[in-house]
């Protein structure tokens, strides 16, 4: 799996971890724990993904 994914809100979580979530802009909205199986919570921003945490 790539290293700097970006994961929509909706998809699938891949795997259990803390995801970091993103605005386009790239400014950071900060960080949640998500399990395997669920899904990526809706954002505030349009055109907003996760990546997993450090």
């Given at each position: 799996m790539s290293e700097n994914k970006k994961w929509r809100?909706?998809?699938e979580v891949p795997e259990s971890a803390t995801y970091v979530?993103?605005?386009e802009q790239g400014n950071n909205g900060g960080s949640?724990?998500?399990e395997q199986g669920?899904?990526?919570p809706a954002t505030q921003h349009s055109g907003s993904y996760y990546v997993k945490g450090e």
């Amino acid at each position: 799996m790539s290293e700097n994914k970006k994961w929509r809100p909706g998809e699938e979580v891949p795997e259990s971890a803390t995801y970091v979530a993103y605005d386009e802009q790239g400014n950071n909205g900060g960080s949640l724990y998500l399990e395997q199986g669920k899904r990526f919570p809706a954002t505030q921003h349009s055109g907003s993904y996760y990546v997993k945490g450090e």
